[in-house]
């Protein structure tokens, strides 16, 4: 299973960007998919998931701003990310799930990983 993202940059704060990751090597419709990131010197913080069934969940630091969605038919998965603060300033890695587990925000629940794509938020 491959996992490729892109989308990333440099954006002033108040800006947006819209991530994507891109599947190939299993049936995407049956994966759980989430993003995490990772901020220098902190340690990987789980941000949002989207579930096979479409259920989603979002970390509170992220909540109203960030919106996760998949598109099925082009194996995709999307993070658009509105009101971006300079807080939010980290690499973020899409994650893939091929069993549940229940506790989403744990990046031990993923099984594949991609190689992650920079943001960088401007104050």
């Known amino acids: 299973v491959q996992l490729v993202e892109s989308g990333g940059g440099l954006v002033q704060a108040g800006g947006s960007l819209r991530l994507s990751c891109t599947v190939s090597?299993?049936?995407?419709?049956?994966?759980?998919m989430g993003w995490f990131r990772q901020a220098p010197g902190k340690e990987r913080e789980f941000v949002a998931v989207?579930?096979?069934?479409?259920?989603?969940y979002s970390a509170d630091s992220v909540k109203g701003r960030f919106t996760i969605a998949r598109d099925n038919a082009k194996n995709t998965m999307y993070l658009q990310m509105d009101s971006l603060k300079p807080e939010d300033t980290a690499t973020y890695s899409c994650?893939?799930?091929?069993?549940?587990?229940?506790?989403?925000?744990?990046?031990?629940?993923?099984?594949?990983w991609g190689q992650g794509t920079q943001v960088t938020v401007s104050s």
């Open positions: 994650s893939a799930a091929t069993v549940y587990y229940s506790d989403y925000t744990s990046s031990r629940g993923y099984n594949y």
């Open positions: 989207i579930r096979s069934s479409g259920t989603r």
């Open positions: 090597g299993r049936t995407f419709s049956s994966l759980s």
